[in-house]
Structure formats: C-alpha cells, structure tokens
C-alpha cells in the first residue's frame, strides 16, 4: 500500500487530479446509467429505478465529502470535494452571475447554429411512458449530473490543476474532459465542444471565487430539469436554440434576426461578466483560512459542511 502511494504522489498533480476527477465521474454517473437502462426495459410504467440511485447517490456523496474507508484518505477526500459552504452574502451573487452566464451561453449557441449545423439530442419519447416516471426519471437524472459531476470536475479534477496552474489552465482541462466526457451521447460531435467548454466556464469560475461547488451543483441540476422540460415540450435541445431547417447565413446571408441575437448575446454575456467580476470582489472579502493540507484557501466561515 505505501509503496502504491509513493508512486502516486509521485504523479503530476494535473494527472492525478484527472485521473482522479473522472474515477469519479465514473463511479458517480455509470451505475444511475445503468439502471435507468435497465427501467426502460423492464418495468418501466413504474420509476424503481429511481429509489437504489437515490440511496447510491446519498453514499456516494458521503465518500465524496470524506467518510467511509480508508480513513487514510478522509482528509483528501473531505478537501478535494470542495463542499464548503458558501457565505450568505455570496449566494445571490453566485447565483444571478451563474444564471446570466447560462443564458449568455445559450444565446451564443443560437449565434452558433445559423453558422454551423448542430446535431439535434436523442431522447425517449415522453409520450410512451407514466407522466410521473418521466418526471422521476428527469429528477434524478438532474441530481446526479449535478452532484456527481460538480464533485468530480470542478471538485476532485479542478482544485488541485487550479492550485497548481492556476484556473485559466484548470478549467480549460476540465472543460475539455468534461466535454469527451458526454462523447458517449449518441448526438455527440466536435461542433458542441464550444458548448461545453463554456458551460465549465460558468460552473468552474464560479466553483474558483467561491471555493464551492454548492452554486454550480444547484444551477447545473436545475439547468439540466429546464433543458429536459425544453427537449420534451419543444422537441430541441438547448444548444439548438435556431428552428430547425433555419438556413445557415453562409447560404442566405445575415438577416436582422442574426444580428438582434448577436447584439442580445453580446449585452448577456457582458452582463455575466459584470456579475462575476463583482462576485469576485465580494467573495474576495471572505477570511483566509489553513486546510488540513497547510494552504491558504479562501472560505465561508463555517468551512465544509
């Protein structure tokens, strides 16, 4: 075991804190993946399996934040997990900076879709199945994308690169993994890698002022609800904002519908950028405090819950 050990202290810190972020992913996203497979196929009139995710994932959380074995590890588990709380003063911030980001993002993808052709998301059809199974199953999926994957990228994969490299180069790493990551989605392809680097752009800078991965993990369970609402009621996903069949403007050219969502783009996203700049200055003023490892982070007083 300590001879293990060594080897892996020896490793970079961005290899282990990638290595490590997505043994998380994994053990976070795979067995709800699984199971919801399975709930398709069998039984599916009925969410059952909605109840052992929701147990798993409460474990799950509790490993992540430092408890259970081995208890050798337990302090860089509790660090790595970044759950601190976030100062009441902050939350707002944290939130309204969060939620124009999100919606600067989506804007620019519908900026994006008259330039390039988007591929369209493959989902279930609604329709086919109980009301409240679809509306279970849409729940947790929300939880555990926000839980498991604010925990495992801006958590354990971000904080180390970020102290190390700073957080330019860690949420450009964890971005692009986090982007590979969703390679599995059948609707997968290198035009939606903008999308989700800007999306661990909004969650990541804010997991960095806040030192917390609480506001992301709320706005990234909600966002993915909304987006779920959107794709049954609408029949597109949220990175297809245009009408299908739009023309691209390289074959009609642009028309004032483009450059009104430009310019609407354009106001968002330079709004989010006030909001976080302001965040920055009022997190800022949170005590500095000594983690267990002996640095200096900057935390809400009450520290990890």
């Not at 970044?82 to 993808?109: K, M, S, T």
Request: glycine share 10%; net charge neutral; with cysteine.
């Amino acid at each position: 075991m300590n001879i293990v050990r060594a080897a892996w202290k020896r490793l970079p810190v961005v290899v282990r804190a990638l290595l490590s972020g997505s043994a998380m992913a994994a053990a976070g996203t795979l067995p709800w993946a699984f199971l919801v497979g399975l709930n398709l196929k069998h039984g599916s009139a009925f969410p059952w399996a909605v109840l052992p995710t929701a147990l798993y994932l409460w474990l799950y959380w509790r490993y992540a934040r430092g408890n259970g074995w081995p208890r050798s590890t337990a302090d860089a588990r509790r660090s790595s997990c970044r759950a601190n709380r976030v100062a009441d003063d902050v939350w707002g911030l944290a939130l309204l900076a969060g939620i124009l980001g999100l919606a600067g993002l989506l804007l620019l993808q519908h900026v994006q879709s008259r330039l390039v052709t988007l591929p369209q998301q493959q989902d279930i059809d609604p329709s086919q199945y109980p009301l409240l199974t679809v509306v279970a199953w849409v729940t947790m999926s929300a939880l555990v994308a926000g839980v498991t994957e604010e925990t495992s990228f801006r958590g354990y994969m971000q904080g180390p690169i970020e102290r190390r490299h700073g957080p330019v180069i860690a949420i450009l790493l964890t971005g692009t993994l986090f982007g590979f990551a969703h390679a599995t989605h059948a609707e997968f392809d290198l035009t939606l890698m903008p999308f989700y680097l800007g999306v661990a752009t909004v969650y990541g800078t804010l997991a960095y002022l806040t030192n917390s991965i609480y506001p992301g993990m709320l706005l990234h369970a909600g966002g993915n609800v909304l987006a779920a609402i959107g794709l049954f009621a609408a029949g597109a996903s949220e990175w297809q904002a245009a009408p299908e069949g739009q023309p691209l403007i390289w074959e009609t050219g642009a028309d004032a519908g483009f450059w009104l969502t430009v310019a609407i783009a354009l106001i968002v996203t330079g709004a989010a950028v006030w909001a976080y700049a302001l965040l920055a200055r009022v997190a800022g003023d949170a005590p500095l405090e000594t983690t267990s490892a002996g640095t200096l982070e900057r935390r809400a007083p009450d520290g990890c819950d």
